[in-house]
C-alpha cells in the first residue's frame, strides 16, 4: 500500500506560478499527475520514471509545467509556470509499481486526495 499526500494547490492569476509537492509513503515505480476539471474527465499532466528519471508531459503542460523528484524525500514535484485559466482543476498525484511510465488514469494503482489549482483574474 503507498499513501501519497499532496499540498501546493491555491488560487492564483492568470501567469502566476504555483509548485505541487506529492510524498509517498514508500518508493514507487512510477508517479504522475492528473487534473480533473468539473463535468471533464480526469487528464494526465505528467509523470516520472523513478528508477531513470524519465519524465513525459502532456501537450497542453510542455513548456509550462514541469516535473521533477527528489528520491531521497519520496516526492516529486509538479513546477507549473504561467498557469492559465484553463489549468483550473483538481489535480491528483498518482503511483503505480510499475517501472514504466503511465498516461492512463486507470493504470495508476494507488491515488492521492487531490488538491485544487484555480486560476482566475
Known amino acids: 500500500q503507498v499513501r501519497l499526500v499532496e499540498s501546493g494547490g491555491g488560487l492564483v492569476r492568470p501567469g502566476d506560478s504555483l509548485r505541487l509537492s506529492c510524498t509517498a509513503s514508500?518508493?514507487?515505480?512510477?508517479m504522475g499527475w492528473f487534473r480533473q476539471a468539473p463535468g471533464k474527465e480526469r487528464e494526465f499532466v505528467a509523470a516520472i520514471s523513478w528508477g531513470t528519471g524519465y519524465t513525459r508531459h502532456a501537450d497542453s503542460v510542455k513548456g509550462r509545467f514541469t516535473l521533477s523528484r527528489d528520491n531521497a524525500k519520496n516526492t516529486v514535484y509538479l513546477q507549473m509556470n504561467s498557469l492559465k485559466p484553463e489549468d483550473t482543476a483538481v489535480y491528483y498525484c498518482a503511483a503505480d509499481a510499475s517501472i514504466w511510465i503511465r498516461t492512463i488514469a486507470s493504470e495508476y494503482s494507488y491515488w492521492g486526495q487531490g488538491t485544487q489549482v484555480t486560476v482566475s483574474s
Open positions: 514508500v518508493s514507487a515505480g512510477n
